[in-house]
């Protein structure tokens, strides 16, 4: 079942411009993860904010988190062409005891030289 | 660095074929998981496993199998593959719930076609 939702399905910016891609959920959570995925390739883990944290940074990367509306953003600034590729959200699957997580269907980030 | 690696990157097999995917990884996780990955649908769990010879059904689990004998390895089979299980197949890791917030470790994918 889908918890995590993002938004835009695709995003097309040149470089140097800030790139911002949200993430929509159902259900309470304890924290909320976005990874990359260059294309082909496995997934790779960014950044992770907890549900008692508004906002987190990590060079180029900013995410905030709003429990209240269930929502996630994450900011790229400066983008490069590197950063060219899709963009999960991810959120702890919650009741069954495990450590499982689920996956929003992504944000495709074209960044153009 | 946590290291996760998948037997192959890319792999093609015949319908009816049995198939035997495998992945390993470097860190002592507990947790090991299967993931397929197709256009428009996202990353649907398969199988996952959160300790040796334990296992779990995901959100799509018919038509796949999985074994773990060691706790760095955790293989995902397909008894009989069919066309529609063409598709990306990712395998990732974790600490068990608690430890580490969920976070998980990817190998770089296979990409399983069946003719």
């Known amino acids: 079942s889908q918890q995590g939702e993002e938004d835009p399905q695709a995003l097309s910016i040149q470089e140097g411009e800030n790139a911002t891609m949200n993430c929509s959920y159902k259900?309470?959570?304890?924290?909320l993860q976005w990874y990359r995925q260059n294309s082909g390739r496995g997934l790779v883990h960014l950044i992770l904010?907890?549900?008692?944290?508004r906002e987190k940074h990590s060079g180029r990367l900013r995410v905030t988190l709003d429990t209240s509306k269930k929502s996630s953003s994450l900011l790229i600034t400066a983008s490069r062409a590197a950063d060219t590729a899709s963009y999960f959200c991810?959120?702890?699957?919650?009741?069954?005891?495990?450590?499982?997580?689920?996956f929003g269907k992504g944000t495709m980030l074209l960044v153009s030289p | 660095d946590v290291k996760v690696t998948q037997s192959s990157r890319y792999l093609v097999k015949r319908t009816g074929e049995k198939v035997f995917l495998e992945c390993v990884q470097d860190?002592?996780?507990?947790?090991m998981f299967w993931y397929r990955q197709d256009p428009g649908l996202g990353l649907r769990l398969i199988y996952f496993?959160?300790?040796?010879?334990?296992?779990e059904k995901g959100d799509i689990p018919e038509g796949y199998s999985v074994s773990r004998e060691k706790k760095e390895r955790f293989s995902l089979i397909l008894e009989s593959a069919s066309t529609n299980q063409t598709s990306m197949y990712l395998c990732?890791?974790?600490?068990?719930?608690?430890?580490?917030?969920?976070?998980?470790?990817f190998g770089p994918g296979t990409r399983l076609t069946v003719l």
């Open positions: 904010i907890r549900s008692n944290e």
């Open positions: 496993s959160y300790d040796v010879k334990m296992k």
């Open positions: 991810a959120t702890p699957r919650g009741g069954s005891g495990y450590s499982t997580l689920t």
């Open positions: 259900t309470s959570i304890n924290n």
């Open positions: 860190m002592d996780h507990e947790n």
């Open positions: 990732a890791s974790s600490l068990p719930l608690g430890l580490q917030p969920d976070t998980q470790y």
